[in-house]
């Protein structure tokens, strides 16, 4: 018996009403689930600031009683809690997102309630104050050695190295600069130096003789000594001279230099029970470069000091374990020098 056409078409009709509900319903079905997702999202970032925000304030409590000496009178209160709850630009910002998502989904649903942590969420509070730090290790020290916030070990020799030594004894001031005493030496000695600055090695090892050893140095006399008045006392400051005993184009080149007292006195505390942690041991190649970067910064951004010393930052050992040789290091630091005073002599020939 043959189906009626209007019969037909009503039951396409069905067919294709069904399938656009049920395109419709997985639409709705992952919008929903979207939804839910971003709701619950909301609350638990809502819950864990609001977990971290009880804790600092309980730590401002402590640090009030506890620790007040460490504190002026006058300011105590502001300046704890002025510490104590300091955010960074970043969770700033993550807490503006939130609270700018938390309104489009009030906006949406029209319930504020869907954003509100319910108290089964405020109840995981006692959760994040137990394990708030889990994520420490030492590759967080690691990682708060290289901030550049000046309070870390490193950046602090380095900064005390630069501001109570190198600033003071580098930069021209009564015909007393490092470069006037190099050049006096020279004209009385009728000799020449490799490099018109004062170098400064800086092994990873972080040890320097007291006479730096290698077959092709042999110690001159020193510079002359320059006294300077710091801090009520008169201070003598002196520079070693060494002869490069191999001659470079037919001529015997001098070199002022010098290691780096600081990472010497940070190696001599890690030989020491007295003041060696493991933390110090585990992290003392992070503390060398550190050093090294941080004192680099200060020497060029200060211009009294950026044409006046070069650092000579190595690793002690080639890749065999044997010591590197420092007149070696002298000898391609002084060429490659050269070629960069020829490259800027030949720069400015052509302007």
């Not at 638990?44 to 401002?60: E, G, I, N, P, S």
């Not at 050893?213 to 020193?222: G, R, Y």
């Not at 060494?242 to 190696?267: D, V």
């Not at 970067?293 to 020497?299: Q, Y």
Request: positive net charge.
């Amino acid at each position: 018996m043959a189906v009626p056409k209007n019969s037909q078409y009503n039951q396409d009709e069905e067919v294709a009403n069904g399938a656009v509900r049920t395109v419709k319903s997985r639409k709705w079905y992952y919008l929903k689930m979207l939804g839910d997702y971003a709701d619950v999202s909301i609350r638990v970032a809502a819950t864990v600031f609001l977990a971290d925000f009880l804790l600092r304030l309980f730590r401002c409590a402590v640090e009030y009683i506890r620790y007040s000496r460490y504190y002026l009178p006058e300011d105590r209160l502001w300046t704890i809690l002025r510490r104590g709850c300091t955010y960074e630009s970043k969770h700033v910002y993550l807490a503006m997102a939130f609270v700018i998502a938390g309104l489009s989904r009030i906006s949406v649903t029209g319930d504020f309630r869907v954003v509100i942590p319910t108290a089964l969420y405020l109840a995981q509070i006692p959760m994040y104050w137990f394990f708030f730090d889990l994520s420490r290790s030492t590759l967080t020290y690691s990682h708060w050695i290289r901030e550049d916030h000046g309070l870390d070990y490193a950046a602090g020799m380095a900064s005390n190295y630069f501001h109570g030594y190198l600033k003071l004894v580098l930069p021209e001031s009564n015909n007393d600069g490092i470069k006037h005493r190099m050049a006096v030496y020279e004209a009385e000695n009728n000799i020449t130096f490799g490099v018109d600055r004062l170098i400064i090695l800086i092994p990873d090892e972080m040890f320097v003789n007291k006479v730096l050893e290698s077959p092709l140095l042999q110690k001159a006399k020193p510079l002359e000594t320059r006294h300077l008045n710091r801090a009520g006392v008169y201070r003598p400051f002196k520079h070693d001279v060494y002869r490069l005993t191999k001659m470079i184009n037919g001529k015997t080149y001098y070199f002022a230099m010098e290691g780096a007292t600081p990472m010497l006195s940070f190696f001599d505390s890690m030989q020491s029970n007295l003041s060696a942690t493991w933390q110090m041991k585990e992290l003392q190649r992070e503390i060398w470069l550190k050093f090294c970067k941080h004192l680099k910064d200060l020497i060029k951004t200060w211009p009294e000091t950026r044409n006046e010393v070069d650092l000579l930052v190595y690793n002690a050992h080639d890749g065999n374990g044997d010591l590197v040789d420092i007149g070696d290091l002298l000898i391609a630091h002084m060429k490659n020098q050269t070629k960069v005073i020829d490259k800027m002599l030949t720069i400015d020939k052509k302007y």
